[in-house]
């Protein structure tokens, strides 16, 4: 199985400040034929399901306010929050799909407001 | 609106068995491939089993191969997971989602607000 590992485990930004949630996969979600990231990441909130907000590493969801962006290729990933906004304190977990059926997930990041 | 809803959640026995349901509404189940994920107290997440949107394929963890069975009624709109033979490490908040595709593993583009298992003596 491919291994997700996310740094940092927990992350305090200032308000209005950004935040960067770093994934790296054991090995490449790349997949060649057709030059896609199998990557997504999710936002969950206290007492709430996952939501997804990032699919094929870069795409943003309907909805998704544009401030959380996605970004990189083959084993390394990033999710930027480009201003923090109290509603965006959550844990966050990428997850792999290149493996389909069997996906893997991140061990989720806690983000916080300093 | 999309929902999904999971029930069956409780309190169980080491080695007893329970059925998990999970009711889909706003969008014809049978055009996605439909998951179950779990999540341990305090822990992240876990992925658990895949069925397509047919049910003719059918993938497992490791950890609950041959002990969890995944299953779908289209005609009712309801998801299933039988849970055999459960153990402690086995607790958790079972979440179903939607798989974005029909086929069978991708990305979760809905998921309910999950039932809670907890197996002990």
């Known amino acids: 199985d491919i291994v997700m590992t996310q740094s940092p485990d927990s992350l305090a930004v200032s308000l209005g400040e950004r935040a960067t949630i770093n994934c790296k996969s054991s090995q490449s979600v790349l997949y060649s034929s057709n030059k896609k990231n199998y990557l997504a990441w999710y936002q969950q909130k206290p007492g709430q399901p996952p939501k997804l907000v990032i699919s094929w590493a870069s795409t943003r969801e309907s909805g998704v306010p544009d401030r959380f962006s996605g970004s990189g290729s083959g084993t390394d990933f990033t999710l930027t929050i480009s201003s923090l906004q109290a509603e965006d304190v959550a844990v966050y977990y990428c997850?792999?799909?290149?493996?389909?059926?069997?996906?893997?997930f991140g061990q989720g990041t806690r983000l916080e407001i300093k | 609106q999309v929902q999904l809803v999971e029930s069956g959640g409780g309190v169980v026995q080491p080695g007893r068995s329970l059925r998990l349901s999970c009711a889909a509404s706003?969008?014809?189940?049978?055009?996605?491939?439909m998951q179950w994920v779990r999540q341990a107290p305090g822990k992240g997440l876990e992925w658990v089993a895949v069925?397509?949107?047919?049910?003719?394929?059918?993938h497992y963890a490791d950890s609950v191969k041959g002990r969890f069975t995944i299953s779908r009624d289209n005609s009712q709109n309801t998801l299933f997971l039988q849970m055999n033979s459960l153990r402690v490490e086995d607790t958790a908040v079972y979440y179903c989602?939607?798989?974005?595709?029909?086929?069978?593993?991708?990305?979760?583009?809905?998921w309910g607000q999950g039932t809670l298992v907890t197996v002990s003596s």
């Open positions: 997850q792999q799909f290149y493996t389909t059926p069997r996906i893997t």
């Open positions: 069925i397509s949107k047919d049910g003719s394929s059918k």
């Open positions: 706003g969008f014809t189940l049978s055009s996605n491939a």
């Open positions: 989602a939607r798989d974005r595709y029909e086929s069978t593993g991708t990305f979760f583009d809905c």
